[in-house]
């Protein structure tokens, strides 16, 4: 089962910001459709963050738009989250995804993301 690997997370004030980022290992993962952040706070269910196609195309949650900024780097299989104005409610473990065209859909185990004063 491929693994991907986040990085990136940690502790932060309120106002910060941080930038996190996920990869899937070398050579493991191939033709790449869309890749995501998701996030879970304590006690809740885990909800989209962000997502970003094929094409480019993003999608955001409601609470993170002009706060938030996905990107990617097919060459490296990468896609990162840059998180600015941090809030204490944005404080959650965030995982990232990717989706395989006409294939599986893999997860990484989660970075946690700490925003407290």
């Known amino acids: 089962q491929v693994q991907l690997v986040e990085s990136g997370g940690g502790l932060v004030q309120p106002g910060g910001s941080l930038r996190l980022s996920c990869a899937a290992p070398s050579g493991t993962v191939f033709n790449i459709n869309a890749m995501g952040w998701y996030r879970q706070a304590p006690g809740k269910g885990r909800e989209l963050v962000a997502v970003i196609a094929g094409n480019d195309i993003t999608t955001y949650a409601d609470s993170v738009k002009g706060r938030f900024t996905i990107s990617r780097s097919n060459a490296k299989n990468t896609v990162y989250l840059q998180m600015n104005s941090l809030q204490p409610e944005d404080t959650a473990v965030y995982y990232c995804?990717?989706?395989?065209?006409?294939?599986?859909?893999?997860w990484g185990k989660g970075t946690l993301v700490t925003v407290s004063s």
């Open positions: 995804n990717a989706q395989i065209l006409y294939g599986p859909t893999y």
